[in-house]
């Protein structure tokens, strides 16, 4: 498939439409049946391209202008609205990526329509995607969010824990949002610290994933364990413990950063 090339204004030139439709839940519209996929063009309800149509240009996959486009409460008939997080690592790359891509900007497009700082409606800033106040000059770029994830490793086992946010019985690894003032390193030290008592030596970077929850970028990392015994906070971690791959509990689904990494520390692909 062609590569995605974002872009602020419609080319006059692209032969077809491609639109991200978003629940006000912050769910993507897809085809009631599989394989998954997105509904098919259709009118756009309004003009695209600006804060008071709701519809906005994110860019070209080769001759198809995209855009993202608040939906209706109610799914049309045929089509039904499916959880990002499945769609995300469901559809074919660059779809899944743009998906996200799709809500992070409605929602940035949605927030700022009047400055934070005087409450004057905000203008596009034209040049980037970049919204700017008429009044007082305040410059609100899409905000993104980091936090870090981690496999920590002792030996050939890896350390997996639950959260109490998860559903069912699923492990995954360390993972946490980056404070003010810190850096990556800082912020893996302490939530391993903070979720699973631990000291952790070679902290190594291993790549990142966007992550649209709201606005998430993860940053995954590996590091090594200090000697020391696992102590969990008890509030966010439940249960941790160390596992090798032939005692594996349920991970997280392939795809994501975190199953990336449990794989890669335990050599399975
Ligand atoms: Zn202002």
Same mark, same amino acid.
């Not at 596009?124 to 899409?142: N, Q, S, W, Y």
């Not at 689904?253 to 994501?256: D, I, V």
């Given at each position: 498939m062609a590569t995605f090339v974002p872009g602020l204004t419609p080319p006059a030139d692209c032969a077809a439409v491609l639109t991200f439709i978003v629940s006000p839940a912050g769910d993507l519209l897809v085809v009631s049946s599989e394989p998954l996929r997105l509904p098919g063009p259709g009118p756009l309800s309004a003009a695209p391209g600006s804060a008071a149509t709701g519809s906005v240009f994110l860019g070209r996959l080769g001759d198809t202008a995209c855009f993202a486009q608040w939906g209706p409460e109610v799914a049309p008939a045929g089509t039904e609205y499916r959880n990002l997080r499945e769609v995300l690592l469901r559809l074919d790359e660059p779809l899944g990526p743009l !998906? =996200?891509?799709?809500?992070?900007?409605?929602e940035w497009d949605r927030d700022h329509r009047?400055? +934070?700082r005087c409450g004057t409606r905000m203008q @596009?800033? +034209? @040049?980037?995607?970049?919204?700017?106040?008429?009044?007082?000059?305040?410059?609100?770029?899409?905000r993104i969010s980091p936090a870090i994830i981690v496999g920590i490793t002792r030996g050939d086992r890896i350390l997996l824990c639950r959260n109490r946010r998860f559903a069912g019985v699923m492990y995954s690894i360390v !993972? =946490?949002?980056v404070d003010v003032?810190?850096?990556l390193e800082q912020t893996v030290e302490r939530e391993v610290a903070e979720e699973v008592g631990l000291r952790v030596r070679n902290i190594r970077y291993f790549g990142s994933q966007s992550w649209p929850f709201p #606005?998430?970028?993860m940053l995954g990392f590996t590091a090594e364990a200090e000697p020391g015994d696992i102590r969990v906070d008890g509030d966010e971690i439940v249960e941790a413990d160390w596992y090798t791959a032939a005692n594996l509990p349920t991970i997280p689904?392939? =795809? #994501?950063i975190s199953r990336c990494i449990i794989d890669s520390l335990l050599g399975r692909g």
């Open positions: !998906a =996200g891509r799709a809500r992070q900007v409605l009047y400055c +934070g @596009d800033k +034209g @040049d980037e995607r970049a919204r700017v106040c008429p009044a007082c000059a305040h410059l609100c770029f899409p !993972a =946490g949002f003032g810190e850096t #606005s998430g970028l689904r392939p =795809g #994501s």
